[in-house]
Antibody, heavy 121, light 112 residues
Framework: QVQLVESGGTVVQPGTSLRLSCAASGFSFSSYAMHWVRQAPGKGLEWVALIWYDGSEEYYAESMKGRFTISRDNSKNTLYLQMNGLRADDTAIYYC??????????????WGQGALVTVSS | DIVMTQSPLSLPVTPGEPASISCRSSQSLLHSDGHNYLDWYLQKPGQSPQVLIYLGSYRASGVPDRFSGSGAHTDFTLKISRVEAEDVGVYFCMQSLQTPLTFGQGTKVEIK
């Protein structure tokens, strides 16, 4: 069955960097676009970034452009989110999610359990 | 960016009764392929979101047929024909027409 398992969530200080990973299994990872979506404590869902099946295109929410980088290693079935210059308002659960399409936005048909990132001094 | 607006934000429901949630977008979600790129998700307490409906009206795999989606262009509705206790949680609509993907604020459904 499809599984997405995030890791790397922790407590960090403002201004520092952190990389999240999402290990995928149970499907042909290299055939699907992948997304990151976050949820601040007690708040709604906020889309973060999208990467196409082959890594050739990346898209970001405006507030994360230049600070966050989405990437993937299809040989390792793993999705990444590199987060730099973290701020207190980046505190959230970060979910990786599979897009149903390979190379365009689409619904998110599978989600991981999430990784909690807390940015605090 | 496309703004998504849901109503109501809170919905007390009675088991066995129908329920309905509205979602409006600030611009048409109709693609040239004929589909409306509007999806519905349910986040049950303590869980990750799960897709219920995609492309406006297509039920995702394993979703009970008491859930249905309708609408076009800018006005969409999620209906539950007979609410069950397991349907409690927060329902989100999301437009997947273009990046940035955007979500509605969420509608919290709870049992009366």
């Amino acid at each position: 069955q499809v599984q997405l398992v995030e890791s790397g969530g922790t407590v960090v200080q403002p201004g520092t960097s952190l990389r999240l990973s999402c290990a995928a299994s149970g499907f042909s990872f290299s055939s699907y676009a992948m997304h990151w979506v976050r949820q601040a404590p007690g708040k709604g869902l906020e889309w973060v970034a999208l990467i196409w099946y082959d890594g050739s295109e990346e898209y970001y929410a405006e507030s994360m452009k230049g600070r966050f980088t989405i990437s993937r290693d299809n040989s390792k079935n793993t999705l990444y989110l590199q987060m730099n210059g973290l701020r207190a308002d980046d505190t959230a659960i970060y979910y990786c999610a599979r897009g149903r399409r390979a190379a365009r936005p689409s619904e998110l048909d599978y989600w991981g359990q999430g990784a909690l990132v807390t940015v605090s001094s | 960016d496309i703004v998504m607006t849901q109503s109501p934000l809170s919905l007390p429901v009675t088991p066995g009764e129908p329920a309905s949630i509205s979602c409006r977008s600030s611009q048409s979600l109709l693609h040239s392929d004929g589909h409306n790129y509007l999806d519905w998700y349910l986040q049950k307490p303590g869980q990750s979101p799960q897709v219920l409906i995609y492309l406006g009206s297509y039920r995702a795999s394993g979703v009970p047929d008491r859930f249905s989606g309708s609408g076009a262009h800018t006005d969409f509705t999620l209906k539950i024909s007979r609410v069950e206790a397991e349907d409690v949680g927060v329902y989100f609509c999301m437009q997947s027409l273009q990046t940035p993907l955007t979500f509605g604020q969420g509608t919290k459904v709870e049992i009366k």
